[in-house]
């Protein structure tokens, strides 16, 4: 039996034939790449400067009561204090460090999952689920280690309202002195592995959510089916990350924490706070503060992100 070619394709196989097309036409042009990791880059930062202040409670609540058991404060109360004691510019403390590092790890973050992708299906032949989980933690652990001075200046600043007259700049000089310049990579692989899961996580659900609801729904490219899978996107990550974040967050504010020793890695930090102050404590800053964060960060991301792309004429995500 002949097959029309010029025939239009139509439901489950018209859209595998427009993946597959999507992911040909990934170019290495010097424009397409600034435009590429230039939309991604700043559709972080944006999200992460709204999202900021809940950033800020997240911390704060990671490093209550290190190396004890104790009553926990929940984020309304917590934020109540910050105001009372510190004032509201408090809650954008370390703000700056933010937003270089999601204009940078940002750009790398989401920049890196396409190309990662391109080179598996070329390489494979394939993009499915496990392709696109390990394109994703390819990306995330990759930006992390180029940025993880940023990270640690950002927590260092958002636990200390003392250091915000000084500024980031100060406060680098400072901690290069004290402590030496590898204090930078503090929690560098905790941060890592928070990163490649986050972005496995959230980039792979975010991909695999919009490929499903194209071919077993109405829903087409745009607003609507960026917001349903962002949202899908933002709840898997959440999940499966608060976890690895608390740790992350231990080991970059080591001085914070000596009271109880110094962590040697991420293990045993996670080994020393299960045993310290309880297996819930890995959950610490978790719940409605970090899901609050991470859910609307990861909307506003992809979505501002879906519509640079579009105004730059790249294809979608």
């Known amino acids: 039996m002949s097959v029309n070619s010029s025939a239009p ?24 790449i600034v435009h590429h990791f230039g939309t991604s880059g700043l559709a972080v930062a944006v999200a992460s400067a709204v999202t900021h202040p809940l950033d800020v409670l997240k911390v704060r609540l990671q490093m209550q009561f290190v190396g004890q058991k104790g ?58 689920i496990l392709v696109k989980i390990a394109s994703g933690a390819f990306a995330g652990a990759t930006a992390t280690a180029l940025t993880n001075p940023t990270e640690v200046l950002k927590v260092r600043l958002q636990m200390n309202s003392s250091m ?69 996107a933002g709840t898997m990550s959440t999940l499966i990350t608060a ?19 110094s962590y040697k890695n991420g293990f045993h930090c996670a080994y020393q706070v299960v045993c310290t102050e309880g297996p819930r404590a890995l959950y610490k800053g978790r719940g409605f503060a970090v899901f609050a964060r991470l859910g609307p960060q990861s909307t506003i991301t992809f979505i501002l992100c879906e519509k640079l792309r579009e105004l730059a004429g790249l294809n979608a995500i």
């Open 9 to 32: 394709l139509s439901g489950p196989v018209a859209v595998e034939v427009k993946v597959g097309e999507k992911q040909k036409n990934w170019s290495t042009t010097p424009s397409h």
């Open 71 to 128: 009553p926990l404060n929940g984020m309304g109360r917590l934020f109540l204090q910050i105001l009372k004691k510190e004032g509201p510019k408090s809650l954008y403390l370390g703000l700056t460090p933010a937003l270089t590092r999601s204009i940078l790890y940002g750009g790398l973050r989401l920049g890196l999952y396409e190309p990662s992708k391109y080179a598996c299906d070329w390489a494979f032949g394939s993009t499915n």
């Open 164 to 232: 915000k007259q000084s500024g980031s700049i100060a406060e680098m000089r400072r901690l290069i002195s004290e402590e030496g310049i590898r204090a930078l990579w503090k929690g560098v692989g905790p941060a890592m592995a928070r990163a490649a899961a986050l972005t496995a996580s959230q980039l792979a659900t975010y991909d695999e959510s919009k490929r499903i609801l194209i071919r077993w729904t109405p829903l087409e490219e745009g607003f609507h089916l960026h917001l349903i899978s962002s949202a899908v």
């Open 243 to 261: 976890p690895v974040d608390m740790v992350k967050t231990r080991l970059m504010l080591q001085r914070e924490s000596r009271k109880v020793g």
